[in-house]
């Protein structure tokens, strides 16, 4: 992936670390009140791993489909959720935002799966282009070399104009196809910013939840009289603190693969 390398590979470590907590509450919020979160624990464990493997580079696109799907899975099941809150209670805005959240970074990397690959494509097919587009043009000014020894007339010189001019015609073409072929190159750019965007809003939006966390009273978030207090791995603030990095450095991936 392009930007600074020591970005990418910081960024790279924390989407692992963050994957690594993920399953850890995986395995502790089992017969816990904080089972009811699995599905979002359980993809970002996927999604962790995933995104650490685009910035590094070695997780090759090739297996784009399969990716495709997965997220695209993904978001229907997250939309399904936010659809269920909003119909149980229109004022717990903060479950329909969370969920909302999840459809939005589902369907990001599903959009990065499905336009990046092309989008990266393009910018060396033109390249190719570039290089090999004077080929032709060589190549018939050889042959009007060639008329022009053999006949030294006027009509040869005329033939191999034309033929010039038609050979940097069709090289023209052959590159023009080369830029504009790829659908993923013409709307990708725009479409990366506006979720990036979104995605840095999804992240202050979890920071302030995060201060008002942290302001609360230390009794607010105690459990029932007797029970034990939850296990500080499935704490929300380090919930939150996930929700925060991954945000933001999914922002930061679409904005280098724009």
């Known amino acids: 992936m ?10 790279a470590v924390l989407m692992v670390m963050t994957s ?10 089992r017969g816990r009140d904080g089972a009811r979160q699995r599905d979002v624990d359980a993809l970002h464990v996927v999604m962790g791993v995933v995104m650490a493997g685009m910035l590094v580079g070695w997780l090759s696109f090739g297996w784009n489909g399969l990716w495709k799907d997965l997220f695209g899975l993904s978001a229907a099941w997250f939309g399904w959720r936010s659809l ?16 909302v959240g999840h459809v939005v970074t589902s369907g990001a990397m599903c959009a990065m799966f499905l336009a990046a690959p092309a989008a990266l494509a393009a ?11 004077p080929a032709p043009a060589a190549n018939a000014g050889a042959s009007t070399l060639s008329a ?9 010189s005329a033939a191999s104009a034309a033929s ?6 069709a090289g023209s073409a052959g590159m023009a196809g080369m830029v504009t072929g790829s659908d993923g190159a013409r709307w990708w750019p725009a479409v990366a910013v506006l979720l990036a965007l979104i995605l840095f809003g999804f992240a202050n939006w979890y920071l302030r939840a995060l201060i008002l966390a942290g302001a609360r009273p230390s009794g607010a978030a105690a459990g029932p009289t007797g029970s034990l207090p939850p296990p500080i791995t499935l704490s929300p603030r380090l919930a939150l603190w996930c929700e925060i990095v991954m945000s933001l450095t999914m922002g930061y ?3 280098v693969l724009r």
Do not use: E, N, Q
């Not at 690594?20 to 919020?29: E, H, N, P, Q, W």
């Not at 010039?164 to 015609?169: K, L, M, Q, V």
């Open 2 to 11: 392009a930007g600074p390398k020591w970005l990418s590979d910081s960024a």
């Open 20 to 29: 690594v907590y993920c399953a850890g509450r995986l395995v502790v919020s």
């Open 84 to 99: 269920s809150a909003l119909i149980r209670s229109r004022t717990d805005r903060g479950s329909i935002f969370h969920h």
């Open 123 to 133: 910018p060396a097919a033109v390249a190719a282009a570039v290089v090999a587009a």
């Open 148 to 156: 022009s020894a053999a006949s030294a007339g006027s009509a040869a």
């Open 164 to 169: 010039a001019g038609s050979a940097g015609s």
């Open 253 to 255: 991936m679409l904005i």
